[in-house]
């Protein structure tokens, strides 16, 4: 039986080791192409993600929010993604991970 997540946990990159073999999401900007894989920065860190179809193409940042699992080398399986405005804000995000992974985690998950 495959494994389906019913929901992704949202992380930052200061968690990566913390999640490995678990189903995250992770917020940041496209990097680079690298054809079986694409470059993705999350707070400064370069994070390897795979399996991902259509990256779109664009002049401007391509921001994402990827969902996917977490394999033992650190590298993101994607398993979907979104494409967030150029508005984003990454500090509010990370200061609202970090409360949602600290002293309100009982809150968000189980």
């Given at each position: ?6 929901s992704?946990?949202?992380i930052?990159a200061?968690?990566?080791t913390?999640?490995?073999g678990?189903?995250v ?8 192409n ?5 470059e993705?920065?999350?707070d400064g860190?370069?994070?390897k993600v795979t ?6 193409d664009?002049?401007e940042d ?7 699992k977490?394999n033992?080398?650190?590298y993101?399986?994607?398993k979907e ?8 804000d ?7 991970i ?8 009982e809150l968000?998950?189980?």
């Amino acid at each position: 039986m495959t494994d389906i997540p019913t929901s992704y946990q949202r992380i930052n990159a200061d968690m990566i080791t913390k999640f490995k073999g678990q189903y995250v999401t992770l917020v940041g900007k496209l990097i680079q192409n690298k054809g079986d894989y694409v470059e993705f920065m999350v707070d400064g860190t370069i994070v390897k993600v795979t399996e991902i179809e259509e990256v779109p193409d664009s002049n401007e940042d391509i921001l994402l929010e990827i969902r996917g699992k977490l394999n033992d080398d650190g590298y993101l399986e994607a398993k979907e993604f979104t494409e967030l405005d150029q508005t984003f804000d990454f500090e509010l995000y990370k200061k609202v991970i970090n409360m949602v992974q600290g002293q309100f985690r009982e809150l968000f998950y189980d």
